[in-house]
């Protein structure tokens, strides 16, 4: 039944839809030009902003203004001063001169006509005396200038009767050919008829290159767009100034019009096709505000102030913009718009081909924009929403509206678009009112049934609810709420008593009853979705669990849901306990990655700096004064070398020899230096616990912890304080994981430095290991310390909590893996007490050429034979070609082609007796895994100095001497 329902609406929808279509499509038919001043508007908006309209530099205006007309006389001139004027725009050769005047009358300050008139007066002969004939008439004078040049004189039709005769005119016509829409040639083309005309007499007529109507033809609203390019008098066709002028220009005076059955469609000369309306007005493209076509001043050519090149093969419109004689006209560029520019647009339209149409098949393309969308519209109001149909109208009338503009601008033609978008906006309208009329009853129907599946639903929905009207009480409860809650009806008689049953804190009550009350008072029946609550509920037996409250006003009452999320939020914090450590381990690995890369490059450099350094101390004599400068430079490189261990520490790619040691001994070895480090006025307490376990770790990677991690307390301190340093045996617990998660359980050594400093914030607090962080004054450190201490702790298996608050000091406590197997305590390699070289052969193996430079030189300088070669390729050829002994190979692990660890087993697998001592200035796991070096394998760190390589490459081979 509803589904039947549903197909009659939308029927009825459609049905309207197609009628209201059809009805506004009859509206055209018979009142097409209902809205036309709205597209009239448009289009003098769409003109004003046509893109790249500029005027073309082929038509020049001399001005009869102001200036000219102080400087030269009113108007009108004595005929020969224009003749004068005439003369000098002649002698600049223009292509053709259109003139905006006419001379109906001959000139009454002519000499001889002064003359008849005085004589007539006087009743007696009045003779010219000496002055010539030819200088006795000023008409003449004119019309011997009109027949020098290329000049198109005015004329002004009437459509009323009045002006000359036919018989006192001489006007030239033009040759037309009618050419019909159907290939046929007919007459009566629909070019206006004129009544009368006022023309120019004939003696300048007849001179003149040609003459053209000065005709204008305002819109209703009395907007000057289009200018009559022709009109019809006497059975002849006569041509406007601008066209007279163009035709002039192209040396023709034959035309072929074209006519459909609205009238005239076009006219050709030439190739040149000129659209125009169905009475021969053309569209008139105007460049801008006035005066945007080049004008030069009359006075100025008369005064001979203007060069011939601004006029020569121009074609020249002479007319007036001067106050009380222009011709001014209201069009879309303002209301004072001066009928000789007018003129000038359409010589510059005609000329350039940028001319507007408004074609004839406009009318038929408009009645399909009323009739395709609206059965469009009608179609979508039936199978899709109200919403989806009024964007889908913005759409199009903006579509249409865009697209017309394109069309204006880049073809230059008009399609007035007003009716259909009002046509489409009024159909959307009523399709939309229709629509919701239907939708509204059809949802009273639908209403009555959905309260009879609520009741069922509500009784049988897996989620716990409950039914309170709005004066607190509970109307009815579900079965779910009673089995998952245990409370019934009768339990909760009121929301009131609900909540002491289900929310035993006082504190949680109050806020939950607050919020009720103002989700109440804030819900209506237009928006009846209210906050969702969670909050602790405690269920019948006792149990509590975490509910989110939900509710949703129906009607006058509201239906209460008690969403159970216990499990969902302990699985989300255990989920985000989770992202935070991960998070953190992959930013810590991150800046890990470029501190270890950095580290790398920077210790090729720092070797070759350092090994120099020492290598020109030794050379240097004790007073000379360089070597102050050398032990400078030596100093700042053991600087930066102790900075880049500091980078690797953190990155975790500082190659350490780990033993089994026992941590309070190691520690009690640091005191006296800690000691100095901070100072007379910090008291150092030490206190070792009795039967710690053992831990395998680089005894120097103690002294780093200790060391950072007492200068960070000193400087946290003003001047005085307390450092306690305390070991202990640890166990760490699931639990004790679940707290801290870069944890892992199991037995530690615990390594703790408290300190009663300044403390720290929570801020502080999560980026106190990120390298380079400090909060100390600029120069007073480099924010390596604890980042080293982050570094080394996690090489060796380890992890670190920290807390502290601000001025209740800090503590950090160091997990450090207990060390299981039952060995005895390592012992340290053998000290070399004093620099030793000797005499043996070493095969030095490095890619960087200065490094291989600087250890070839070390070595010669202890008395060592060194053969030293660039790359893996030539230490094998040499290790297989060389007659002599090779008692040592001195090798960089990472090399281009072959690791060194590759290189030293190909090289001992042809010489079995060798000895190999690795250098790197990083970890790599060719020798060493998680920078923990291998058992058996002797590394040097670079850089290293002199005393360093003397010690290291002694340990290596002394066991051969042995």
């Keep these: 039944m509803p589904m039947s329902g549903g197909g009659s609406v939308s029927r009825r929808v459609l049905v309207w839809g197609l009628l209201s279509t059809l009805f506004f499509a009859a509206i055209y038919a018979f009142m097409p030009n209902l809205f036309r001043q709205i597209d009239l508007m448009n289009y003098d908006l769409l003109l004003r902003h046509f893109p790249g309209n500029h005027a073309s530099a082929t038509v020049v205006i001399v001005d009869l203004d102001e200036r000219t007309l102080k400087r030269y006389g009113q108007w ?3 005929r020969y001063r224009l003749a004068s004027l005439l003369d000098r725009i002649a002698a600049a050769k223009p292509a053709v001169v259109g003139l905006d005047m006419v001379l109906a009358e001959p000139d009454r300050m002519s000499a001889g006509r ?13 003779t010219l005396g000496r002055l010539p004939v030819e200088l006795s008439d000023n008409d003449r004078v004119l019309a011997e200038t009109l027949a020098r040049g290329p000049f198109v004189l005015g004329n002004q039709f009437h459509f009323n009767g009045s002006g000359n005769s036919s018989e006192q005119c001489f006007l030239h016509s033009l040759k037309v050919s009618l050419l019909h829409g159907s290939g046929g040639q007919r007459e009566n083309p629909g070019i206006p008829e004129g009544a009368g005309v006022l023309c120019s007499l004939p003696m300048f007529s007849e001179k003149a290159a040609a003459t053209g109507f000065l005709n204008f033809s305002p819109d209703g609203d009395g907007m000057a767009r289009r200018l009559p390019l022709l009109i019809r008098y006497k059975g002849k066709v006569y041509p406007s100034l601008a066209l007279a002028t163009v035709l002039k220009l192209k040396g023709t005076d034959s035309l072929l019009l074209k006519k459909d059955r609205n009238g005239l469609e076009s006219l050709r000369f030439g190739t040149t096709s000129i659209p125009v309306d169905g009475h021969g007005q053309l569209l008139v493209r105007f460049r ?34 001067a106050a009380g004689m222009a011709e001014w006209l209201v069009t879309p560029f303002g209301p004072t718009f001066p009928g000789i520019e007018t003129h000038a647009a359409v010589v510059d339209n005609l000329l350039t081909g940028d001319l507007i149409a408004e074609p004839g098949w406009s009318r038929s393309l408009v009645l ?67 629509k919701h009329r239907e939708e509204q009853k059809r949802a009273e129907d639908s209403l009555r049934e959905s309260e009879a599946r609520f009741r069922s639903l509500f009784t049988m929905a897996p989620i716990p609810l409950a039914n309170v009207s709005r004066d607190g009480k509970v109307l009815a409860v579900n079965n779910s709420l009673t089995r998952v809650m245990g409370y019934t009806a009768d339990d909760l008689p009121t929301v009131e008593r609900a909540w002491d049953l289900c929310m035993s804190d006082p504190g949680i009550r109050d806020r939950f009853a607050a919020q009720w009350r103002a989700a109440l008072i804030g819900s209506t029946a237009s928006d009846p979705a209210m906050e969702s609550l969670e909050y602790p509920v405690v269920c019948k037996d006792g149990t509590s669990r975490t509910m989110v409250v939900a509710t949703e006003s129906v009607r006058d009452s509201v239906i209460v849901a008690f969403f159970d999320v216990t499990e969902r939020k302990r699985a989300e914090e255990d989920r985000q306990r989770l992202e935070r450590r991960l998070l953190q381990a992959q930013k810590m690995d991150a800046i890990g990655q470029l501190a270890g890369g950095v580290a790398h490059d920077f210790n090729n450099m720092l070797n070759v700096i350092i090994g120099n350094a020492e290598l020109a101390l030794g050379r240097a004599s004790p007073g000379e004064a360089l070597r102050e400068e050398l032990q400078d430079i030596l100093t700042a490189g053991k600087r930066s070398a102790d900075l880049t261990r500091q980078l690797l520490a953190f990155a975790r790619k ?18 006296r230096m800690l000691r100095r480090l901070i100072g007379e006025n910090i008291n150092l307490v030490w206190r070792p616990e009795q039967g710690l376990w053992r831990v395998r770790m680089d005894p120097s990677q103690v002294d780093q912890l200790l060391a950072n991690l ?60 990120e390298p380079f962080f400090t909060t100390k004054e600029e120069g007073m450190g480099t924010g390596l310390g604890l980042s080293t201490v982050y570094g080394i702790v996690r090489q060796n298996g380890g992890f670190i909590a920290v807390y502290s608050e601000p001025g209740r000091g800090t503590t950090f406590r160091i997990y450090l893996p207990r060390y299981g197997a039952d060995v005895r305590e390592s012992v340290d390699d053998r000290a070399i007490t004093k620099m030793q070289g000797g005499s043996e052969t070493v095969l030095v193996v490095e890619d960087e050429q200065s490094v291989l430079n600087l250890t070839r030189a070390m070595l010669e300088k202890l008395g060592y034979r060194v053969l030293a070669v660039k790359g893996a390729v030539h230490a094998l050829r040499l290790a297989r070609e060389y007659d002599g002994d090779i008692d040592l190979l001195l090798t960089d692990v990472v090399m281009p082609g072959m690791n060194g660890r590759d290189l030293a087993e190909q090289i001992i697998g042809i010489r079995p007796d060798l000895k190999c001592l690795y250098m790197s200035g990083y970890a790599v796991d060719v020798i060493a895994h998680k920078g923990i070096l291998e058992e058996g394998v002797h590394f040097i760190a670079k850089p290293f100095s002199l005393y360093d390589l003397a010690g290291r490459v002694r340990t290596v081979l002394e066991p051969r001497e042995q």
């Design 288 to 321: 801008g505000p006035k005066r945007t076509h080049a004008y030069v001043s009359a006075a100025d050519i008369m005064d001979g102030g203007v060069p011939s090149v601004k006029l020569q093969g121009k074609v020249v419109l002479v007319g007036t913009s």
């Design 76 to 78: 009108p001139w004595p």
């Design 114 to 126: 002064v003359l008849d008139d005085l004589g007539a007066f006087h009743k007696r002969d009045v």
């Design 368 to 434: 399909l924009l009323v009739v395709i969308p609206g059965a469009a519209l009608s179609l979508l109001f039936r199978f899709r929403g109200t919403v989806f149909c009024l964007v889908a109208t913005i759409l199009f009338l903006a579509a249409l509206w865009l697209t017309m503009q394109q069309v204006f601008f880049h073809a230059g033609l008009f399609v007035g678009t007003t009716f259909p978008m009002a046509s489409t906006v009024c159909g959307c309208a009523v399709l939309a009112a229709l």
């Design 710 to 769: 007492t200068v960070n307390a000193r400087d946290a301190m003003n001047k005085a304080g307390k450092i306690i340093i305390e070991t202990s045996n640890a166990i760490c617990d699931e639990l004790f994981q679940a707290a801290h998660p870069e944890s892992a359980p199991g037995e530690y050594v615990l390594l703790t430095v408290t300190d009663d400093g300044c403390g720290m914030d929570k801020e502080t607090l999560a980026n106190i290991f």
């Design 654 to 671: 500082q190659i350490v020899s780990p033993r089994v040691l026992n941590l309070n001994d190691a520690v009690a070895g640091m005191l």
